[in-house]
């Protein structure tokens, strides 16, 4: 099992920036590709990035150039760094773990943390 938090949410201005955070725990996080998704109300769970055990990272063609996936396994944390910020973009955030390392779909992920809402005001 491996458990996964969320933090870093908020509100921000159009054009501001926000960084999220996955903290694991249980299983070796270094084991695991990590995906960020994102939902808002009403529409389905979107893929937003992930990266791979590797280091590896791939990202949505809607947030590519302005949203940074990175991961420290010595502190078993996960993290979206998420700039230019647009209405669009908000969403309650969520991260999960895979072992595959090319994983986009939602369904395939294992394991998943409770979300954090981010709200872009314009």
């Known amino acids: 099992q491996v458990q996964l938090v969320e933090s870093g949410g908020g509100l921000v201005q159009a054009g501001g920036s926000l960084r999220l955070s996955c903290a694991a725990s249980g299983r070796t996080f270094s084991r695991y590709s990590m995906g960020w998704f994102r939902q808002a109300p009403g529409k389905e769970r979107e893929y937003v990035a992930h990266?791979?055990?590797?280091?590896?990272?791939y990202y949505a063609d809607s947030v590519k150039g302005r949203f940074t996936i990175s991961r420290d396994n010595a502190k078993n944390t996960g993290y979206l760094q998420m700039n230019t910020l647009k209405p669009e973009d908000t969403a309650v955030y969520l991260c999960?773990?895979?072992?595959?390392?090319?994983?986009?779909?939602?369904?395939?992920?294992?394991?998943w943390g409770q979300g954090t809402q981010v709200t872009v005001s314009s």
């Open positions: 999960a773990a895979v072992t595959s390392p090319w994983e986009r779909r939602p369904d395939r992920y294992d394991y």
């Open positions: 990266i791979s055990q590797s280091g590896n990272t």
